[in-house]
Nanobody, 115 residues
Framework: QVQLVESGGGLVPPGGSLRLSCAAS????????LGWYRQAPGKQRELVATITRGSDRNYAEFVKGRFTISRDNAKNTVYLQMDSLKPEDTAVYYCNVALGGFNAWGQGTLVTVSS
């Protein structure tokens, strides 16, 4: 079983930037599809971005052009670079690894976008 730990969340003003990291232990992430999800207060968890083992990327419409997902297999880490942040980006962000029916989640890191 892989263990995931997110970091990098915090308070940032609108228009600011933040980079989230998700470090894995237990096994290599090289073969997995990696993703970032978020859950805002009172809302369902939603997919933000994914990246395959071949670095094919997919983004939710609401973050296209603002967020960038990347992976570093040597460091066993997936990142989410967030630019031009908006108040509606405020949420707990979760790291996910998946392969077929297998899924693992981190504990989440809180991002608050506010003046």
């Amino acid at each position: 079983q892989v263990q995931l730990v997110e970091s990098g969340g915090g308070l940032v003003p609108p228009g600011g930037s933040l980079r989230l990291s998700c470090a894995a232990s237990g096994r290599s992430l090289a073969i997995y599809v990696l993703g970032w999800y978020r859950q805002a207060p009172g809302k369902q968890r939603e997919l933000v971005a994914t990246i395959t083992r071949g670095s094919d990327r997919n983004y939710a419409e609401f973050v296209k052009g603002r967020f960038t997902i990347s992976r570093d297999n040597a460091k066993n880490t997936v990142y989410l670079q967030m630019d031009s942040l908006k108040p509606e980006d405020t949420a707990v962000y979760y790291c996910n690894v998946a392969l077929g029916g297998f899924n693992a989640w981190g504990q989440g890191t809180l991002v608050t976008v506010s003046s």
